[in-house]
Each structure stands twice: as structure tokens, then as C-alpha cells.
């Protein structure tokens, strides 16, 4: 069945501090992959996306991911976290009429 | 409208009350879905329209919960005779296709609490 994982509900860094942010997925082919952020009181807003081709992919605010095959993962990252990139992120994959979302992680952002 | 629009923001509501739940896509998606976001979890799926048509209702709990894109525009979520668990975050989006590889825009959502 596909799914997605997010194994950290919570992570604390340092403001100035990289990130990374873990995602699995489990689909039959070639996934369709997606992060999103989720600020308080405020909808679901696309970061990047996977489709196809470079497996590095480069979002808006700052963020990047990388899709590897070979560990089923799509894992987020940013070099230096802001204090106003304290939200909830959650990893999905693109299936049949629908996305499939991970649990989320709620990231806090220390000064 | 600029995003997608979901009103209203919040609703409380008692037990066994019926409840109605409102979504404005983006003008020109032919793609709506709603999703449910209980506390402490991602979004689930629920409903995917296309156009007017509700093309996959699998993700409908029972058969309390309806929902209606007569126009192929706007969408109404119906829920029948609520209970406490029906509390949560009900999400709408809307994408220009409903393919798997397409953007998928979502609204602010409507907070349901069943008192």
C-alpha cells in the first residue's frame, strides 16, 4: 500500500542551524513527491516538488530536497533555518485522485 | 478569487446536528478535493471531484458525510447528524488537472468542533 513516513513529530534547531527533515515513501513506481508547510491558522503551501529528472530539487524559501531511489526517501533540507520557518511540514506522494501525507514534523526554531 | 476559499473559518456545532462546510476553488481548476486533518495528523483524503462529478468518494468515512460541485465550481461538504469525532481541520483544494502530477492549491481550511 503506499505510504508516507515522517519519523521525527518534532524537531528543535537553532536559528542560523542546517536542517533536515526526513520523509520515506512507499510506492509501487516512479513517485511523484511533494513537501508541504503548514504555519499556524494557515493552509497547506507547496515547497517543492519530484517528478522526474534531477534528483535535487530546489523550493522556495531556501529549501531543497533530495529524491533517493535506492532508500525510498525525499528528504527536506535548508542550510539556515529563520525563525519564521517554525511550521509544520509534511511530505507527500502523489497517487490515484489524491495525495497521501505523512503525520508531520513540527519544526521549533530556537534564537 | 486570488486562492482557494473555504468558509466558514470555524464551526461549532452540537451533536447530531447537520453541518455544512463551503469550498471556492481556484477559477479554471477542473480538480477539487477535500481532505480531514484530525489534531496531530497529516491530511486525509476524502472526495475528488472533476468537473461536477464526484470521481472517487473512497476516502468518505460512512455514509453521514456528502458532498456536492453542481456547477463544477463551487463544492459543499455535508455531514449528517455529527459526532465528537467528526472534529477537526476539513481541507479543500483544487488543481488545474487531477493528475498525480499536478500542483495541488489548498485553503485555509474549516475548523469543525462537535460539542
Known amino acids: 500500500a503506499q505510504s508516507v513516513t515522517q519519523p521525527d513529530i518534532h524537531i528543535t534547531v537553532s536559528e542560523g542551524a542546517s536542517l533536515e527533515l526526513r520523509c520515506n515513501y512507499s510506492?509501487?513506481?516512479?513517485?511523484?513527491l511533494f513537501w508541504y508547510v503548514q504555519s499556524p491558522g494557515q493552509g497547506l503551501q507547496l515547497l517543492l516538488k519530484y517528478f522526474s529528472g534531477d534528483t535535487l530539487v530546489q523550493g522556495i524559501k531556501g529549501f531543497e530536497a533530495e529524491f533517493k531511489r535506492s532508500q525510498s526517501s525525499f528528504n527536506l533540507r535548508k542550510p539556515s533555518v529563520h525563525w519564521s520557518d517554525a511550521a509544520e511540514y509534511f511530505c507527500a506522494v502523489g497517487a490515484t485522485n489524491k495525495l497521501i501525507f505523512g503525520t508531520g514534523t513540527l519544526l521549533a526554531v530556537q534564537p | 478569487g486570488a486562492g482557494v476559499s473555504q468558509t466558514p473559518s470555524n464551526k461549532v456545532t452540537e451533536k447530531g446536528k447537520y453541518v455544512e462546510l463551503r469550498c471556492d476553488p481556484i477559477s479554471g481548476h477542473t480538480a477539487l478535493y477535500w481532505y480531514r486533518q484530525s489534531l496531530g495528523q497529516g491530511p486525509e483524503f476524502l472526495i475528488y471531484?472533476?468537473?461536477?462529478?464526484?470521481?472517487?468518494d473512497s476516502g468518505l468515512p460512512n455514509d453521514r458525510f456528502f458532498a456536492v460541485r453542481p456547477e463544477g465550481s463551487v463544492s459543499t461538504l455535508k455531514i449528517q447528524r455529527t459526532e465528537r469525532g467528526d472534529s477537526a481541520v476539513y481541507l479543500c483544494a483544487s488543481s488545474l488537472s487531477g493528475r498525480e502530477n499536478t500542483e495541488a492549491f489548498f485553503g485555509q481550511g474549516t475548523r469543525l468542533t462537535v460539542v
Open positions: 510506492y509501487g513506481a516512479t513517485p511523484y
Open positions: 471531484f472533476q468537473g461536477t462529478g464526484a470521481a472517487d
